[in-house]
């Protein structure tokens, strides 16, 4: 067998069915999101605040 159907089996074996269980993967899914939402807000400040700056000063 090869390492990862060896690594699956004893997954199944002791009980964790790792994040593809509900309530893992709703946790999973929202932080998921919640790294999303952060990112895009990132982004957005690296490029509103530098245009903001150059409006200021080209005033």
Do not use: C, E, H, Y
Not at 8 to 37: F, H, I, M, T, V
């Amino acid at each position: 067998t090869n390492g990862r159907s060896l690594m699956k089996d004893r997954a199944l074996q002791s009980g964790n069915a790792g994040p593809a269980d509900g309530r893992s993967r709703r946790r999973l899914a929202r932080l998921g999101a919640w790294g999303l939402a952060f990112f895009v807000v990132k982004g957005l400040a690296w490029l509103v605040i530098p245009a903001l700056l150059a409006i200021r000063v080209s005033d």
